[in-house]
């Protein structure tokens, strides 16, 4: 355990694809702690150690004995039998990036937890330094660590913690959605290097002005884009005929459910 909260001692149980992606983005971030790895998945933890400058555990409990903050990065199903023989300490932070399961599920199938449990599920795009990272509840410690890989929005409340999760979802669509107009521009003829080029370019021009755009709506910049005229207004119109947006918060509305049942 280190003496030095600055740079704290993290652990992680679970390593998989979540736990890839958190690495390399706190590593890219300038996060200079020790950082100790469950070796139940010894080929993907041996990677992460020489990939990130990690350092691979005897076992799980030598994860928490070595740590001052755990990282709990398993499947939902899993939780129990991870947390049912672990022993923590008292002033340990545990942050839990299991989707779908509340502070309350986590005390409930652990035989010990420390109070100080954190949710914080961010998306894989923090490996770009981007993205954002939801935290319930607000904590500065996990707050800073989490500011080394995207931006940290924290909640006063698991229900909007839930609601940030289920847009982060969204992501995931987007990629679909991303991949479809740039088959649509290859199609037609163009090559496949400038059709990802002008569609991921486009996107990201598309967010960087909305994110300057603080204290207006975002429907409404549509409105001063989508004038009267416009070809932009035609396809906008089709969309709506076509009931291309109402499938999106349908689709918000099936995980959002899912993930609070």
């Keep these: 355990m280190s003496k030095d909260m600055t740079n704290p001692v993290l652990g992680i149980l679970g390593v998989g694809y979540f736990a890839s992606y958190f690495t390399s983005s706190l590593r890219k971030g300038g996060y200079k702690g020790k950082i100790y790895l469950s070796p139940r998945n010894a080929q993907t933890a041996e990677r992460i150690s020489k990939e990130h400058g990690c350092l691979i555990a005897q076992d799980n409990q030598d994860v928490i004995d070595k740590s001052d903050i755990i990282l709990l990065s398993v499947r939902p199903e899993q939780l129990p039998g991870l947390l049912e023989t672990l022993s923590f300490r008292d002033n340990q932070i545990v942050i839990t990036a299991v989707a779908g399961k509340t502070i309350a599920d986590h005390y409930a199938v652990a035989g010990h937890l420390p109070k100080t449990l954190i949710r914080m599920i961010p998306v894989c795009s923090i490996e770009a330094g981007e993205g954002v990272v939801p935290i319930y509840p607000p904590n500065p410690t996990v707050e800073k660590l989490a500011d080394y890989t995207g931006t940290p929005v924290s909640f006063d409340s ?81 969309l709506k005929k076509q009931q291309g947006f109402t499938a999106w918060n349908q689709a918000l509305e099936h995980v959002h459910k899912k993930l609070t049942e």
């Design 158 to 238: 698991e229900h909007d913690f839930d609601l940030a999760l289920t847009t982060s979802c969204m992501n995931g669509w987007l990629y679909e959605f991303f991949g479809m107009m740039t088959d649509w521009l290859e199609e037609k003829g163009l090559s496949q290097d400038k059709a990802r080029n002008v569609i991921l370019h486009n996107i990201r021009g598309a967010t960087a002005y909305a994110l300057q755009k603080e204290d207006q709506k975002l429907a409404d910049i549509t409105g001063e884009i989508a004038t009267e005229g416009t070809f932009t207004l035609e396809g906008l119109k089709l």
